[in-house]
């Protein structure tokens, strides 16, 4: 007999967990959430220690996805703009419990780890 308590199959995860389980993507999508629009060194910025690379590769992704809206600007020296989408937002309306939780318990699961990682600053 299949337990009904939980109805969620993990299966509907498939086609958005390479995405969101990128290093720096919820972090992205979390900042991206804060403001209307952000530039690349703004991004960058507020995300702490995301390389310029990996924070391009992770970018082209979420926009690839569909996550993220990236604008740019036919300007002198250009001007590009990335932003949520309405589905990036609903993402990041999901995942702001992990976000509390993670928040509640960084310590704890801090602790687990490394002495030099435990010093990193949060994102």
């Excluded at 969101?20 to 992205?28: D, G, L, P, S, T």
């Excluded at 979420?62 to 002198?76: A, N």
């Excluded at 993670?102 to 949060?122: E, G, I, V």
Aim: hydrophobic content about 35%; charged content about 30%.
């Amino acid at each position: 007999m299949e337990d009904e308590s939980d109805p969620l199959c993990l299966c509907c995860l498939r086609g958005i967990m390479p995405t969101i389980a990128k290093k720096w993507a919820i972090c992205i999508i979390s900042e991206l959430g804060r403001r209307p629009s952000m530039r690349f060194s703004e991004i960058m910025k507020d995300c702490g220690e995301i390389s310029p690379k990996s924070l391009a590769d992770v970018l082209k992704d979420l926009q690839d996805t569909g996550l993220i809206l990236r604008v740019s600007y036919g300007e002198i020296p250009p001007r590009v703009e990335y932003s949520l989408t309405e589905h990036g937002r609903d993402l990041r309306e999901a995942l702001t419990p992990l976000l509390r939780w993670a928040k509640r318990h960084n310590q704890l699961y801090m602790s687990y780890r490394k002495p030099s990682f435990a010093q990193a600053p949060d994102p």
